[in-house]
T-cell receptor
């Protein structure tokens, strides 16, 4: 089952904040976040693991509630470059295959 | 390093034709994946491989076959294309014993008429 992302779309002005949520019906080992710009490949943002460990390249914050099987991505002081579609990918298999089930995405548009 | 490359970038097929999409990575990754992306559906896993000579089914494997004869290559085949297979196909790879980030190729846009 695909995780559910909310909202489906959000429009911001530069400098505003946004929160994107990802919820799964299955127990999760880790949650991965990617951003995809139009016509391009998805690009990795971060991984959140059970136990609180995080791996990421960018200064983006996120949370992972293992008990609720939910993760949230926090985009603060948004910039034009934040625009794109954000996907969460969930791993319920313990990382052995790194196999992910992706949500349907959240479209973020940041306007000047 | 080229990262993950995919060929071709675009392709138009007629219903019933066959084709093979090639994915290549130069990062010595053990794991490789094929996804399809349709509007409003996100990325859906077709097949994946955890090493040379091994493949496994993902969420939407019907109508597709794969092979991983060499560690750096992962091929996706359509034996008899259908209009429902019109999509953008992405290949990805990652290190093993994760979790690790997946590195995506640029995608192949396939249209089946």
């Amino acid at each position: 089952q695909q995780p559910v992302q909310s909202p489906q779309a959000v429009i911001l002005r530069e400098g505003e904040d946004a929160v994107i949520n990802c919820s799964s019906s299955k127990a999760l080992y880790s949650v991965h976040w990617y951003r995809q710009k139009h016509g391009e490949a998805p690009v990795f943002l971060m991984i959140l693991l059970k136990g609180g460990e995080q791996k990421g390249h960018e200064k983006i914050s996120a949370s992972f509630n293992e008990k609720k099987q939910q993760s949230s991505l926090y985009l603060t002081a948004s910039q034009l470059s934040y625009s794109g579609t954000y996907f969460c990918g969930t791993d319920s298999y313990g990382g052995a295959t790194n196999k992910l089930i992706f949500g349907t995405g959240t479209l973020l548009a940041v306007q000047p | 390093n080229a990262g993950v490359t995919q060929t071709p970038k675009f392709r138009v097929l007629k219903t019933g034709q066959s084709m093979t999409l090639l994915c290549a990575q130069d990062m010595n990754h053990e794991y490789m994946y094929w996804y399809r992306q349709d509007p409003g559906m996100g990325l859906r896993l077709i097949h994946y491989s955890v090493g040379e000579g091994t493949t496994a089914k993902g969420e939407v494997p019907d109508g597709y076959n794969v092979s991983r004869l060499k560690k750096q290559n992962f091929l996706l085949g359509l034996e008899s294309a259908a209009p429902s297979q019109t999509s953008v196909y992405f290949c990805a790879s990652s290190y093993s014993n994760g979790p690790y980030e997946q590195y995506f190729g640029p995608g192949t846009r396939l249209t089946v008429t």
